[in-house]
């Protein structure tokens, strides 16, 4: 797995959105590094929010972090589940092609469904994951 490096945020950006994720996590920590390792990566900021000193920002707790995928755009807008994805495959040119659909009438509400079905199996998904090779970021971060 490609080493990410994480930056805390900070509230006014000058490049692109910044993704919080649960770095305890080895199926979101591979998801993070697949957006890094992408053709604009380079304009995502990434904050581990299982570290405890992580900068959340305004508006965003740990325990929130921790419970559901959160991007700050770069004006300042929080957004979190389907909307959060939408942020980042606008932001990628290879996934570009996603955030174009979602824009179908009702995709993102129904991706948003769809993600609110997988949170309660995400960490069986990340035990497979792991059986698999992924590997958490920060593995010493308890699971909060």
Known sequence: MK????EPALECQTQGPTIYFDGSCPLCSAEIDHYAS??????LQFVDVSEENAVLGTG???SDA???FHVRLVDGTLVSGASAFIAVWETLPGWRWAARLSKIPG???ALEAIYKLFLPVRPA???????????AANPRASRK
């Open 107 to 109: 995709a993102t509400r």
């Open 125 to 135: 998904f990340s035990k497979l994951a792991q059986s698999f090779g992924a590997r």
């Open 38 to 43: 992408r053709l604009g990566g380079d304009q």
């Open 66 to 68: 921790m419970k559901r």
């Open 3 to 6: 080493a990410v490096h994480h």
């Open 60 to 62: 965003l707790v740990s």
